[in-house]
Structure formats: C-alpha cells, structure tokens
Nanobody, 128 residues
Framework: QVQLVESGGGLVQPGGSLRLSCVVS????????IGWFRQGPGKERAGLGC????????YYNTSVLGRFTVSRGADKNTVYLEMNNLKPEDAAIYSCAGGDFKEWSEFCSVAPVNYEYWGQGTQVTVSS
C-alpha cells in the first residue's frame, strides 16, 4: 500500500522558517521522484519543488527559488521541504506526491499532472 504522510506544518510568524517532512512507504525510492505542492484558499494547486529518483537532482518553481529547499533523508524514504523567510501568502495546505518519471529518472517536475500518488497534506499558517 502506497502512503505519503506529511508533517511539520503549523503556525509561524512572517519571516520565520518551517521544515516539512514527507514519509513515503510502498514506493521504490529509486523509481519515484517526490514533489512538493501547495494549495491556498480559493487557489489552484501549485508546484513548489521536487527531487529526482536517480540522483536527487532538484528543481524549483521560480516563485520559491532561494527560499525553499527540497532534500532527501539518508533513509531515502523521507523527503523534506525547508521553507525560510515565510510570508503570509505562503499560507496553504502543503502536500507531497510521488511520480514515476521512467527513463527520465534524473529529472522531476513541479507539474501536478506528473504525479500519481498524493499525501493528505499539512496546514501551514503564516501570521503574526
């Protein structure tokens, strides 16, 4: 059974930092890239960053480049999203997802359509 479970969300003040975790089970870490996404109230789901399965290459949406970092834990089954200098507009439900990029395993994408398996999400609130 495939499961992706996010944690680490919560309330943070503007300018603060959070690290979200995505624990993956039932997926082969050598085959599936992991992406991070968010959806704010009344907004469409937006891709933030991702990490490839082949070599842990990362790719980011330009809107968060330099503030958000995606990394993988030593056990390969935990993927992190480090968020710095958070702004009120970053408030959203944050989700991770797994996608098989097949022969392009050294790549990943922030387009939601490329991901088959999704977690339930964790809420991030940015407010003073």
């Amino acid at each position: 059974q495939v499961q992706l479970v996010e944690s680490g969300g919560g309330l943070v003040q503007p300018g603060g930092s959070l690290r979200l975790s995505c624990v993956v089970s039932g997926l082969n870490a050598d085959k599936f890239a992991i992406g991070w996404f968010r959806q704010g109230p009344g907004k469409e789901r937006a891709g933030l960053g991702c990490i490839s399965s082949a070599d842990d290459s990362t790719y980011y949406n330009t809107s968060v480049l330099g503030r958000f970092t995606v990394s993988r834990g030593a056990d390969k089954n935990t993927v992190y999203l480090e968020m710095n200098n958070l702004k009120p507009e970053d408030a959203a439900i944050y989700s991770c997802a797994g996608g098989d990029f097949k022969e392009w395993s050294e790549f990943c994408s922030v387009a939601p359509v490329n991901y088959e398996y999704w977690g339930q999400g964790t809420q991030v609130t940015v407010s003073s």
